[in-house]
């Protein structure tokens, strides 16, 4: 079996080797999870409930060292590592609560009873990309094992390790073989047979808009159920009556943490023309500010990129003529290290403008008024995220009701609670992760009529 070899994004250094599996090793996965799952659907939910409760314990128990297996593997910072960490353990508590109350609903009918049921699909496969390796495998599997499926998880292949980590802990939690088997290879063969495998009733994508496209084609041909979570263009907005030095203080988190690769990045700020010059004076220090190197140090706000071939891209971003209003600090020597980036003025066709960078580089736009701020913010095929500074509540409230994006903050830049729906409009994704409603997204939903008349 040929294997990837697995890098430290910030030494350079090789860290593991892991099997890259090939077609036939999928096909029997899928074949294992299908048998899995008709017993993993027909347990008590209550006893669902209780090994996904486990799983929770075990991640919570191996916390730390789950975090610095993606600080070596990912180059995320460790505070960002423990957050992603703890994320998941509160994805399957929050999730185990599900199985009991997977509620259908009676129907008044005359002649007879009408009631619903959510049942589960089957077999899910989840493909996942390498800028948040552990959430996003989380935000899939919980909810899908919660409602009675088994799971076939894909993690990004530079990116496997807590994966792996996570499907050894399901095993120990006591989940039954075959209910959650992480399989690692290239997603054009173990990811794509997810797409093309008759007996995967659903696959979960989150990824680069390019790729969610061919899967949504591919899904097609089987009417086969699919999530997308794609890519985005967010905008950070700041009214001049905001508390100026306050959002461009927040700004480069909104824009630079994890270097960057977040698909809810505000890689795009608007600023009103009438607070320009003094937001750019207290951003350049903030910029500045930002401490860049080895994520193993708890100061440490931002890490390197994933790899030298991603870095690549990320600086044609950054041409030789660009504009850079300023930058910030980067280490030199081994790793995928690129600076904080501010772009201003920009061109209206500019790429860096218009692409997802999915890397520290940010563009600063003005603009005059509430009118043409929310014109610029839609002027995107994206729609995932975003942010709004302003004192003004209704202006808040107009603008955020205004913006075609999924999810917003206000003089903040949160963008992910376990608890509150997470997803894209328009080319940024199809459909909802996370929140009270995830379960409807893995089940399908039955109606059942009984006759207690004779008709
Ligand atoms: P992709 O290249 O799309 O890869 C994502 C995943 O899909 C990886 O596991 C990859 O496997 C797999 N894959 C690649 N080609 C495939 C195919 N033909 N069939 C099935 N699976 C395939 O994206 P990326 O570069 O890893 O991630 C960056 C993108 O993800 C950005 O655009 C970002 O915005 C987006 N993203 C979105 C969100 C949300 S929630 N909307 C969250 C994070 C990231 P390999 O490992 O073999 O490449």
Known sequence: MTTSKIINPATEALIAEVPRIGLDETDAAIERAVLAQRQWAKLAPGDRAKLLRSFADLVDRNLEALALLEVANAGHTISNARWEAGNVRDVLEYYAGAPERLFGRQIPVGGGVDITFHE?????????????????ASWGFAPALAAGNAVV??????????????????LEAGIPDGVFQVLTGSGSTVGWRFVTHPKVAKVCFTGSTEVGTAI????????????LELG???????????????????APYGVFD???????ARSRILVQRSAYDEFM????????NVVVGDPSLEATEMGPL?????????????????????????????????????????????????????????????????????????DTPFGLSGSIWTNHLAKAMRVARAIETGNLSINSHSSVRYWTPFGGFKQSGLGRELGPDALSAFTEEKNVFIATEET
């Open 120 to 136: 589960p699909l089957g077999v899910v496969g989840i493909i996942v990309p390498w800028n948040f390796p552990m959430p996003i």
């Open 153 to 170: 998880l894909k993690p990004a292949e530079v990116t496997p390790l807590t994966a792996i980590r996570l499907g050894e802990l399901a």
């Open 306 to 378: 994933i790899s030298a071939a991603h870095r690549e891209k990320v600086s044609e971003y950054v041409p030789d003529d660009a504009k850079i209003a300023f930058q910030g600090q980067c280490p030199s020597g081994p790793g995928f290290w690129f600076p904080p980036t501010v772009l201003a003025p920009v061109a209206p066709g500019a790429r860096a403008l218009r692409e997802e960078i999915f890397g520290p580089v940010v563009v600063v736009q003005t603009f005059e008024d509430e009118a043409e701020a929310i014109g610029l913010a839609n």
């Open 232 to 250: 985005g263009k967010s905008a950070n907005v700041v009214f001049a009556d905001s508390d100026i030095a306050l959002a461009a203080a927040r």
């Open 281 to 288: 004076e207290h951003f350049e220090r903030a910029v500045s």
């Open 258 to 264: 994890n270097a960057g690769q977040d698909c809810c």
């Open 216 to 227: 949504m084609a591919g899904c097609a041909e089987q009417v086969k159920r699919v999530t």
